[in-house]
């Protein structure tokens, strides 16, 4: 049985220029059809499904409406077993945040909360073209507190242009001082195809990655200091609130997608759906498929995977699974990248910053 879901709402009240997630303005028909679709694929898998952890990614999952939500909420209640659930995520946007849909999806059994407030300074939110200010993501955090919810995750993003170490150490600060059970500190990237990737082709935007650098270890450094746990490069939380759909993805579990843009890894099967939403619903509703890319993985590159997202975690990878890259592993290590304790392989600190070239070994 597939034991972990993630699930595709692609509809944003707001376009953010760095973004590269698939995603669409909504209109009210198109929303309904989706859902109509999004719950008949849901069925079509069901008897596969015995999730343990759900995502509801996007997009802006939030961003639909209370009876929108309830019915898709209703629907998948109605559709899959849901009795070995651990761990119910939705992403929201602090902005589509309301007392009445906060209720609403803590009595459907969502019990974590992964909000994108990005910056706590309204400059800097500007610059990412985020639609709330400051003070709307606090007074939705606590809005989302008095809801119930006891598991919540802060997004944050360091690397933004004209953001100062101080600028981002006030960020960190303010995050501690809600005191999140769990914060992601995703570095800016330059995604081909957003305005922020045109900007930057143009020399409007440049990046800074001594700066970048600097804001990372100030993040290892605060949130260290107030009890977060580094549990894998861009995220942290306190103990036993690490991301338990996340990990799965680390770790080489098999996952069901369903939308459009979604993809699925299952027993060595990969696969997409579509990335356009009206395609994706009427093939869906009209029993066609919905898959725009598949691939068999074979052995070797599943076990490459798992041991370049692995290392990324602070469950490092073991000697056993490491040893068809020893040889490099150990350049690694005399280059100061990896360390070794009595069984696994890890990252040091500065191995830490060069992630992305580490995990090159693999493939």
């Not at 070794?340 to 493939?363: C, H, M, P, Q, S």
Request: proline share 3%; aromatic share 12%.
């Amino acid at each position: 049985m597939i034991e972990h879901l993630y699930i595709h709402i692609p509809f944003c009240p707001n376009i953010c220029p760095y973004c590269a997630f698939y995603k669409e303005s909504a209109g009210r028909e198109r929303v309904e059809l989706f859902i109509d679709a999004l719950l008949y694929e849901a069925k079509r898998h069901a008897s596969a499904l015995l999730p343990k952890t759900i995502f509801f990614g996007g997009g802006t999952p939030s961003a639909l409406s209370f009876s929108q939500m309830e019915r898709l909420l209703e629907g998948l209640h109605n559709t899959l077993n849901l009795s070995a659930i651990e761990e119910w995520t939705i992403e929201m946007n602090p902005a589509t945040v309301a007392t009445d849909k906060a209720r609403l999806l803590y009595d459907a059994g969502i019990n974590r909360i992964s909000m994108g407030v990005q910056s706590w300074d309204n400059t800097l939110l500007k610059t990412l073209g985020r639609m709330h200010s400051s003070e709307k993501a606090e007074e939705s955090f606590y809005l989302l507190r008095n809801a119930g919810f006891k598991n919540i995750s802060i997004d944050l993003i360091f690397g933004i242009p004209n953001q100062s170490l101080i600028a981002w150490k006030k960020t960190l600060e303010k995050t501690v001082c809600l005191s999140p059970e769990h914060l992601s500190a995703y570095g800016l990237t330059y995604e081909e195809g957003t305005e922020f990737f045109r900007l930057r082709s143009r020399g409007i935007m440049k990046e800074n990655t001594h700066l970048e650098a600097e804001q990372f270890e100030l993040a290892e450094e605060i949130l260290g200091n107030a009890g977060y746990q580094h549990y894998e490069i861009s995220n942290y939380a306190k103990n036993n609130y690490e991301s338990k759909h996340n990990l799965s993805y680390w770790l080489g579990s098999d996952y069901l997608g369903l939308g459009p843009s979604a993809f699925s890894t299952v027993q060595g099967h990969r696969w997409q759906n579509v990335s356009e939403t009206g395609r994706y619903s009427s093939s869906t509703i009209e029993g066609k498929t919905v898959r725009d890319f598949e691939e068999e993985l074979s052995p070797s590159l599943l076990a490459s995977e798992r041991a370049a997202f692995g290392l990324r975690t602070n469950q490092g990878l073991d000697f056993e699974h490491a040893r068809p890259w020893h040889q490099a592993m150990v350049e690694m290590e005399q280059h100061g990248l990896l360390y070794r304790t009595e069984d696994r392989w890890l990252l040091t600190r500065k191995g830490f910053l060069l992630a992305d070239t580490v995990g090159e070994i693999f493939f």
